[in-house]
């Protein structure tokens, strides 16, 4: 097979232009051309009014050498590399003991998936509920302003992931194909077969909550056992005269203790009890940098004509997305620092997050068909270890989480106690006026917003630096910058705020037999990202498995 690619063709080509580009490419006659399937599709929306698609494609010929030889300089005609999985272990019959997978994320959803589907019969613990309930208690907070510490947008069954907008694109280096796994078992368990080829593939929330219950299902027919409402509290960790520890197994808030010599850590970057609990066990963590910022909220018509101009509102663009980024040039001590958009969800709504009481929290989702009314993303500055020290300067390696937890409490204040976020208009924003009215742009954040002035809600720094990037970024997308844009906040879980550093044997540097993964560990960021790293973890525990009988 031939892998083609680079192939350019307009928008609206005819069904037929794929093919006569393959033969125009290779030079191929009328028997030639055995056929092809379209392996990526993209787009290239930088001419406006001429947007192109550029297509990767898998194409079968014959005389296959012979045409790679006469193409043996371009570097877009080249053979297909081997996609498909191989699992690289098989359980022993006599399997002594079962791994256990603490989490059932994307991270832990794949790292259960695969461990079962080599034989090895995890047993999954998540702190929260199973999917059904879990929306009930996430959609109490939205609705009725009832926040379950237990079950909410960050924990319980599909992880953090399950009410987003379900982009599964991502810039890992991935050598293995291990993102091509993912997106297969996906569509095995009901997502769009157009994730396996278009190049920022989405599947929306509904569908995620569809398909989180039937992985789960695969999981516990291939001998997995899945248990909810099941908090790891401790870690039953040995100490040998050398120093050297060994973990044996897990503690559940009930009291029950698990044994295992293999524990997959992968609790996402809500877990905030959970860090500190590693902590105390003297498993080896280390403060890591995150960003904080606010969400935005446009009307999608101005990003879908800003980006593509005329042809907006064409059904195989969908809804326009951006990707923006400022580096700042401000006067403020500290600045100089980033300001980038991040997650951004086209056709979405901004959701409340927050998993402990009296924090307010925002983030964003949509359902596949992105058709609500407003974009949204969130803006957000890059910050550092030494930034956290002026709200815990104990020189914990926590002391991020004293960051986030401060942010979270002062947003909840700022929007009146009730756990509505504070918001305020961009233009008003940008002057340092408070808001009191909205305008054009309706928010979509439930249960509400408090128009108020936002720069009380994140340090003076990030302020600025927002301030500085909106107008910068009005002039890529025009509009970013209308008076009646509104942004709420906070956003404070970008990102873990800790890492819980492995070795290339993917265990905790100081303790044998956790291997931490996933989002939460710091090694991860994003739904793709978080199930790829539960492959590698899971291939990690297998082969330690195999190789310590
Ligand atoms: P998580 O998904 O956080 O899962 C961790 C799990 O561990 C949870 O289910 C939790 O209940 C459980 N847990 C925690 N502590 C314990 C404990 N002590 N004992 C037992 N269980 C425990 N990413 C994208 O790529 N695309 C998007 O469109 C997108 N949109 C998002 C929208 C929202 C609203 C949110 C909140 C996140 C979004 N993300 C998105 C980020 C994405 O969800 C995360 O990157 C991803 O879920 C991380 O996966 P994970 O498995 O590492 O951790």
């Not at 006569?20 to 191929?28: D, E, N, P, Q, T």
């Not at 296959?64 to 193409?71: P, W």
């Not at 080599?118 to 929260?128: A, Q």
């Not at 994003?526 to 297998?542: Q, W």
């Amino acid at each position: 097979m031939i892998r083609l690619t680079d192939i350019k063709l307009p928008l609206d080509h005819a069904e037929g232009a794929i093919e006569a580009a393959i033969r125009a490419k290779l030079g191929l006659g009328k028997d030639g051309l055995r056929g092809f399937s379209v392996f990526r599709r993209g787009y290239d929306a930088r001419k406006r009014g001429a947007i192109q698609l550029i297509y990767t494609l898998d194409v079968e010929v014959a005389g296959e050498a012979a045409i790679l030889a006469r193409h043996a300089d371009d570097k877009h005609v080249q053979t297909s590399p081997d996609t498909s999985y191989r699992f690289v272990a098989q359980a022993p019959e006599d399997l002594k003991q079962r791994p256990i997978v603490i989490g059932f994320g994307p991270c832990g959803l794949f790292a259960g998936l695969l461990l079962a589907q080599m034989g090895y019969r995890p047993i999954i613990l998540d702190r929260g509920k199973a999917v059904r309930e879990r929306t009930v208690d996430t959609w109490g907070l939205w609705r009725q302003r009832k926040l379950e510490p237990e079950s909410n947008v960050q924990f319980g069954e599909g992880g953090a992931g399950t009410f987003s907008d379900g982009k599964l694109h991502s810039q890992i280096s991935d050598p293995h194909h291990h993102g091509r796994k993912v997106l297969t078992e996906f569509v095995k368990a009901g997502a769009p077969e157009e994730i396996l080829y278009v190049s920022k593939p989405h599947i929306g929330t509904f569908r995620l909550v569809t398909m989180v219950e039937s992985m789960r299902e695969t999981i516990q027919a291939l001998g997995g056992e899945i248990r909810f409402t099941q908090r790891v509290d401790d870690l039953l960790v040995d100490t040998a005269a050398d120093g050297t520890r060994q973990l044996r197994g897990v503690v559940l808030a009930s009291g029950e203790q698990l044994l295992s010599d293999h524990v997959v850590l992968a609790v996402g970057h809500s877990a905030r009890d959970t860090f500190f609990m590693l902590h105390d066990r003297g498993v080896y963590l280390e403060a890591k940098p995150f960003s904080v910022g606010f969400r935005v909220e446009h009307p999608q018509s101005i990003i879908d004509q800003a980006r593509f101009g005329p042809q907006a509102g064409h059904p195989i663009l969908g809804a326009a997305d951006y990707k923006l980024v400022h580096h700042c040039t401000g006067t403020h001590k500290g600045n100089g620092r980033s300001v980038y958009s991040f997650c951004m969800c086209p056709g979405g709504t901004v959701v409340a997050a927050a998993s402990e009481p009296e924090r307010v929290v925002t983030n964003g989702m949509s359902q596949y068909s992105r058709n609500e009314r407003n974009a949204n993303a969130a803006i957000v500055v890059g910050i550092e270890p030494k930034d956290f020290a002026a709200f815990d300067d104990s020189g914990s390696p926590l002391a991020g989480i004293a960051l986030q937890r401060a942010l979270e409490s002062r947003a909840y204040e700022l929007g009146g106690r009730n756990y509505s976020a504070p918001g305020q208009l961009v233009g008003d924003f940008i002057k340092g006026q408070p808001s009191t009215e909205f305008g054009h742009v309706q928010p979509s954040y439930k249960p509400g917003v408090h128009l108020t002035d936002l720069a009380p809600a994140l340090p003076d720094y990030a302020i600025e630096a927002i301030r500085e990037a909106l107008p910068a970024f009005d002039r890529q997308i025009k509009g970013f910058a209308m008076h009646d844009a509104v942004l709420t906040g906070v956003e404070t879980r970008t990102s873990s705020p800790v890492r819980i550093r492995r070795g290339e044997d993917y265990q905790s540097l100081n303790t044998r037999g956790l291997y931490p993964a996933g989002e939460g560990a710091g090694y991860a960021g994003g739904i793709l990202s978080a199930a790829v790293d539960g492959i590698r973890v899971a291939e990690a525990v297998a082969r330690d498995i195999n190789a310590s009988r």
